[in-house]
T-cell receptor, first 112, second 115 residues
């Protein structure tokens, strides 16, 4: 069990730029989740994959956000035309079915 | 909709003492799971303990135990013999037993263990 891996750990970008984050789940986990955590808050659900299928998206996931999980392994989360309000920690978690989710270290996004 | 409320933004406890963190939730579901996660400073979220709603017996993991009151929709975490390494943000979370199984988190309680 090598754990959930996220890359990069930190991303600083200018407003209006596009950014992409990567998550590598625990290898035998079929479910992958993305959450967003802002300062002083608990994580909020963004989207969920079962294998390669994106089965649910939160209303928080505006049309500037897109997520993929090709081949049901790693996942990417892309934010287009970033805005100040996108500054947050983006957390990835994986699980085997409804078993407890394991979290990565997160990617901290800062918008200048 | 599911909501999770943690009414204690910050708490502190002396090393070796016992502390209880509170959590209430609201749901119309009958079957669900409840969790406590720990997030140390600048480190990843770690599962502390899990409770299935259909189980009446309170979950226990070493120094960590819960008081699950289903009718009151209350789920508190008791940490016994507190250690310096317990200093962290603690999040209570709810998960439905069907559907996406995504977690609904509270706003967290920052616990500081004082030497």
């Amino acid at each position: 069990d090598t754990g959930v891996s996220q890359d990069p750990r930190h991303k600083i970008t200018k407003r209006g730029q596009n950014v992409t984050f990567r998550c590598d789940p625990i290898s035998e986990h079929n479910r992958l989740y993305w959450y967003r955590q802002t300062l002083g808050q608990g994580p909020e659900f963004l989207t969920y994959f079962q294998n390669e299928a994106q089965l649910e998206k939160s209303r928080l996931l505006s049309d500037r956000f897109s997520a993929e999980r090709p081949k049901g392994s790693f996942s990417t989360l892309e934010i287009q035309r970033t805005e100040q309000g996108d500054s947050a920690m983006y957390l990835c978690a994986s699980s085997r079915n409804e078993q407890p989710q394991h979290f990565g270290d997160g990617t901290r996004l800062s918008i200048l | 909709a599911q909501t999770v409320t943690q009414s204690q933004p910050e708490m502190s406890v002396q090393e070796a003492e016992t502390v209880t963190l509170s959590c209430t939730y609201d749901t119309s579901e009958n079957n669900y799971y409840l969790f406590w996660y720990k997030q140390p400073p600048s480190r990843q979220m770690i599962l502390v303990i899990r409770q299935e709603a259909y189980k009446q017996q309170n979950a226990t993991e070493n120094r960590f135990s819960v008081n699950f009151q289903k009718a009151a929709k209350s789920f508190s975490l008791k940490i016994s013999d507190s250690q310096l390494g317990d200093t962290a943000m603690y999040f209570c979370a709810f998960m439905r037993s069907t559907g996406a199984n995504n977690l609904f988190f509270g706003t967290g309680t920052r616990l500081t263990v004082i030497p």
